[in-house]
C-alpha cells in the first residue's frame, strides 16, 4: 500500500471505477487524478485487478443439482423417527417407575405385615410388640404395623358390643388391642407390665376357649392363634382402609402415663383400671387420654373405641369414660370390604395403566424402527 | 419461462419447477461456492446443501432477487463450511505425478482440448487469483466476490450480505486493494496488458 493515499482515497478509487460516486464527488475526484500521478497510477492497478477479477472464467457446476421427491419425502418422514422414539423411550421410563413404585409400596405396605399376625400366636405378637415399645428410636415403618396390627382386635371384639354380654359370659376378650393403641414411647417398664398382663389374659381367654368354658363366639376365636386365615383375610380388609393414613408417624412425640386407680375417671391423663368385673380375671386395660393433644390422630380416634371395648367386659365402670363411641361392627365390615373392593379397582387400574404404557412403547419403538429403515 | 411463475410453482409443490430453476442457478452457485471456498469437492456439498435448503425454505421467501435470495444461502454453507475447515484444518490431496511427487499446479484438472500452453498459463494465472483469494479475510473475500466475480451492484450486495452499503464500499476497496498487492508477486503469470508495475 502507498503510505501517501489513505483508506477513504481507495475507498473513492474504488467507488469510481463502479461509477458509485455522485456527480459531483466524481468531478473533485477527476481534478485529483490530473493533479496527482501517483493517485492515477494506484487507479490504474485497482483497475486491472478489478478486470482481472471479473475476467475469471464462470465455473460450471460439476453434476446437476436437482432435487428428488423421494430423498426430500424419505427426510420429512425421517423427522418424525426420534419423535416415535422418545414417545416409546417415556413409556418406558413411566412404565418402569410405576412397576418399581408399586412394588416397593406393596413391600413397605400392611399387606406385608399381615402374615406375620396370622402365622404367630398372640402372645408371642405380643411379646414382639413389647420390645418395640421399648426401642428408644422407632421408624415410621415400625409404626404403621403396630397400629395396624390392633385394627382386628377392633374389629373382632366390637361383636361383643352389640350383643349384650351377661356377667357369667363377659369373658374379656383379647385385649391386644390396648397394646397398640399405646404410643410407642410410653414408659418401657409401665409398658412391658401391661403388655404382660394383657397377653396373659389373652392367654387365659383363649385356654377357656378351648376348654369349652363357654359359648366362643367367632370374634373371640379370631384373636386366638388358629391356623385359619379368617383373621388375616378380615384383616387385610382393615389395614387396606388404615394404609393411606399418614398421621401414625407422629407417635413417637406423645407419651402415655399408667396410673393405677381403682375406679375410671374421665380425667385428662390416661390412666389403668383395674375393673372390679365378674370375671375372676383381673384385666387391666389402658385408656388413652383422649384430650392428650400429642397423641395422632389416628389415635385420638382409637381412644374413644378402646374404651367401648373395656364397656362389654365391665359396663358399670367403662360406660363411664368410653362417652359412648361403640362402633357398630356391621359397619366396620361393611367398610372393610367396601375399602377391599377399593383397593382391588386400584390394582386393576394399575395393571391396566402398566399395559397400556408397555403397548405404547412398543408399538412407538417399533414405528421409529420402520420409519428409519423406510427413508433408507 | 417467468421465473416468478416458475417460484409461485414450486411453492406449490412442483419440483420439476423448482428443478428447472436449480438448472438455471447451480452454476452461479457453485462458482460463487468454489470462489469463497476454495476447494472443489466442499464447493459441491456447498452447491448441494444450497438447493436442498432453497427447497426446504422455499416458501419463506417473499419474492424479490431470487438469485439474491440464493447467494444468501450459498454465501451462510460457506461460511459454515469455512468455519469446519478452521475448526479441522486439512491438506488437500494433490495428485502424484510420474516420479511419485505431488503436482502442485492444477492442470490436470484442464480440459484437454485447449493449447498445453495456453492451458497451463490460464490455469496458473486462475490459481494465483483463487489464491489471494484465499488469503483474504472473510467478509472481504466475500464483497469482492459478490461485486467483482458476480457482478452484483452496491445495492444488491448490501442486501445480500445485510451490510449497509458504506461497509460494502469498504470492505471492497480494502479487498481490492490486498488483492492488487497479492497479485504484484505473481507478476510473471499476468499478462503483458495486465501487468502491474
Redesign the interface.
Known sequence: ?NNQFT?HD??L???YL?N?LSTKEREQFELRLKAEPALHKELL??S???????N??????????????EP?RAKSRLRLAPVFGIISAVASIILILLIFGSTLFSDAGPVAMAPVAQSSPVPQTLQNESGRSTSKVITPTQQAPAVMMSAPAETTSSPSTSTPVTGETAVPTPTTIYLYVQPPSATPESGIAAENSESAAAEQVCDVYGGGGGPATSSDLANCPTPTGEAQLFLQGILSNITPTPTLTATPTSTVTLTPTPTLTPTETPTLTETPTPNPTSTATVSPNPIATETPEAALKLAPEVGAQSATQAPSTVLEGSGGNEAPSDQNQTEATRSGSNFEFLNYLLLTVEISLAVIAVIAGIVAIIIRFWAR | VDEIALIQAAKAGDIDSFNRLVLAYQDMVYSHAYRMIGEQDSADDATQNTFISAYNHLKSFRGGSFKAWLLRIVTNACYDELRRRKRRPTVPLEPLDDSGEEVESASWMEDPADPPETRVERKELQKAIQHCLDNLPDDFRLAVVMVDVQGMDYMEAADTMGKPIGTIKSRLARARLRLRDCLNTFAELLPSGFRLE
Open positions: 500500500m483508506p481507495y475507498e478509487i474504488s467507488a463502479d458509485q492497478e485497482i486491472t485487478t478489478r478486470t482481472l477479477l471479473r475469471l472464467p464462470k465455473l460450471k457446476a460439476p453434476r446437476n443439482y436437482y432435487i428428488k421427491l426430500a
